[in-house]
């Protein structure tokens, strides 16, 4: 099992920035990958990047690319998603995921296994 827990959400002002972060615990050796969602207010879950655990290479949805930056410190088994130049169109809860098992891609939530209980991210115009 791994637990997730997600922190860093709150209010910015478009232009503004936030620091997500997701704590790992559990069997973190287990893991293959670990992603970032979003679900906004009606709409589906979407992918917004991923960092594979073994060789450090990431992947990004288009809207956030050049914005936003997954990033992983081994000591703590916590992944980051830094969002800069955040946009109203941000605005949404954010979840982080665990995939155990190796996949030819990361962005379909239908990969990952465990999931963090998701924070709001508010992006104010």
């Known amino acids: 099992q791994v637990q997730l827990v997600e922190s860093g959400g709150g209010l910015v002002q478009a232009g503004g920035s936030l620091r997500l972060s997701c704590a790992a615990s559990g069997r973190t050796f287990s893991m293959a990958a670990m992603g970032w969602f979003r679900q906004a207010p009606g709409k589906e879950r979407e992918f917004v990047a991923d960092y594979i655990w073994n060789g450090g290479n990431t992947d990004y949805a288009d809207s956030v690319k050049g914005r936003f930056t997954i990033s992983r410190d081994n000591a703590k088994n916590t992944v980051y998603l830094q969002m800069n130049s955040l946009k109203p169109e941000d605005t949404a809860v954010y979840s982080c995921?665990?995939?155990?098992?190796?996949?030819?891609?990361?962005?379909?939530?239908?990969?990952?296994?465990?999931w963090g209980q998701g924070t709001q991210v508010t992006v104010s115009s």
């Open positions: 995921a665990a995939a155990r098992w190796a996949r030819d891609s990361y962005r379909y939530p239908n990969n990952y296994g465990y």
